[in-house]
């Protein structure tokens, strides 16, 4: 089955087919960097790691471009009330977003390009765009004129007509049209600006991507992707921008993700409900974040609630569980994979294509994970006695965890010291402590070992109470946090 892509410029699902097989040029809108970037921000990061890593695996050779928006009115606004300058505040939270991004685990971008290093892209491609009657200088300022292309909306669907009957009065006299966009911004008094033919000035929003990406790519690509916030109007006018410079198609794939809900209600500065990156991952693992974003597909709303943080930090018990249980009968000369189960895993493994081949169907491929655990639990159980075909077993289904979790650059932590690091999150969250917990279950081992059965049952009963789950093995008991 070959990889099909829902194209938000189509509104259909198109078999891919690079430009140049078996190359595949991907670009990404990265952040304006003026703050540390919220949860919402890594979704698409999150999305398009998987995108590239899953067309690796198709044989794909991917480059892959996220850039960073390093000069725009909000930099400049939050550098003025900061006291700092526009470039010193940019590179702070570059570095804070590497930082993040480094975090979650995720395979670094082939390029990460600055605008402020493409400046004299993007003054070239201004004036060419000048040059080819879809711009026009007025008082230092240079703006694209709309009515000079006409295929603008093709991708969002809005069309010039629409718009301009929905358009307020505009008072801006340089403009010819209210909807025409600014390519060129003259320096206001005081601003941060770069010299150009039309005067000191700045860049706009959009024209900065058209650059970048003729810098890295050229004049066509196989795929652009972002957030659906984007279409319009950012990723209208990169069209009109490249298009409008070289007459030839931009890009063949357009994909955009999906927005994050924060407990049913956008996250916005308004409510107050907006949480970084930064102080998730004080609270929370990074997996706990990839899991959520990943194990809902791309083009859906994703709910980022207490109740689907819990939800991730089940799944990931689950999974995790089940590895610290394979890898505790890893010992000793280690035997081949058990056939049996390795066919199950082959089967799981062939809907895990199929469902990723399916417009990247992340949802159906968790579900292929789950069952490959479930068949693995069914039948290897703890305090069970090492053989062979236990052995065989755990071959099997660690290995089909680790190829399944590259794909989605997760399960790689030591599964035992992950889940310990899971209990601790939660023990922290129920403000219980983790020796007052051994306490009670050394208490409780005591009492069994004294055949006091009675006493053993009411600390159980207060183990549960705390919501703690223990298990009796030949071995002694073991304890964790109930999921």
């Not at 198109?14 to 979704?43: A, I, Q, S, W």
């Not at 600006?193 to 790519?217: D, L, N, T, V, Y």
Request: charged share 25%; with cysteine; proline share 4%.
């Amino acid at each position: 089955m070959s990889l099909k892509i829902y194209n938000s410029q189509s509104k259909y699902l198109e078999e891919f087919v690079p430009l140049d097989p078996p190359h595949v040029k991907m670009y990404v809108c990265g952040p304006t960097v003026y703050n540390y970037l919220h949860v919402g921000n890594f979704r698409g990061v999150v999305v398009f790691n998987l995108v590239r890593n899953w067309l690796e695996h198709l044989g794909y050779k991917v480059s892959y471009a996220l850039n960073f928006t390093d000069v725009d009115d909000k930099i400049i606004n939050r550098a003025h009330e900061l006291h700092t300058t526009p470039g010193e505040l940019s590179e702070k939270y570059i570095a804070e977003y590497k930082k993040d991004f480094s975090s979650l685990g995720l395979r670094p971008h082939d390029f990460n390009p600055k605008v402020t290093e493409s400046m004299s892209e993007i003054t070239d491609m201004v004036s060419l765009l000048i040059k080819n009657g879809k711009a026009y200088e007025t008082h230092g300022d240079v703006m694209y004129s709309i009515e000079s292309f006409k295929d603008y909306g093709k991708l969002s669907g809005r069309h010039t007509d629409e718009l301009q009957a929905g358009a307020r009065v505009d008072v801006d006299e340089k403009k010819r049209s209210p909807l025409d966009f600014a390519l060129w911004k003259a320096a206001k008094p005081g601003e941060i600006s770069w010299p150009s033919p039309w005067g000191p000035g700045r860049p706009g929003w959009h024209i900065e991507c058209s650059a970048m990406i003729q810098k890295i790519f050229g004049e066509q690509i196989d795929i652009h992707g972002g957030g659906m916030d984007l279409i319009f109007p950012h990723h209208e006018n990169e069209i009109a921008q490249s298009e409008g410079c070289t007459g030839k198609h931009f890009v063949k794939y357009w994909m955009h993700n999906n927005m994050l809900n924060f407990g049913g209600q956008k996250m916005s500065k308004s409510l107050g409900n907006i949480v970084t990156m930064r102080e998730f991952l004080e609270k929370n693992s990074a997996e706990v974040y990839k899991w959520m974003i990943l194990s809902v597909h791309y083009r859906t709303m994703s709910d980022f609630s207490d109740a689907a943080i819990d939800r991730a930090v089940s799944g990931l018990a689950r999974v995790y569980s089940a590895m610290a249980l394979a890898e505790s009968y890893m010992t000793g000369e280690v035997k081949m994979a058990d056939q049996t189960f390795e066919k199950i895993t082959v089967d799981a493994w062939t809907k895990i294509e199929s469902a990723l081949n399916d417009d990247f169907g992340t949802p159906e491929a968790f579900a292929s994970l789950f069952e490959v655990v479930r068949q693995f639990n069914s039948q290897v159980r703890r305090g069970m006695k090492t053989n062979p075909a236990i052995q065989g077993k755990s071959v099997a289904f660690l290995n089909f965890v680790r190829r399944f979790g590259a794909l989605m650059s997760m399960f790689q932590e030591p599964p035992h010291d992950f889940l310990i690091q899971l209990d601790n999150l939660l023990l922290q969250k129920m403000s219980v402590e983790r020796s007052a917990v051994d306490a009670i279950v050394a208490e409780r081992t005591l009492a069994r070992a004294n055949k006091d059965f009675a006493k053993s049952d009411e600390l159980r009963a207060k183990l549960n109470g705390m919501g703690i789950a223990v298990s009796d093995l030949a071995d002694g008991s073991f304890w964790e946090v109930a999921k």
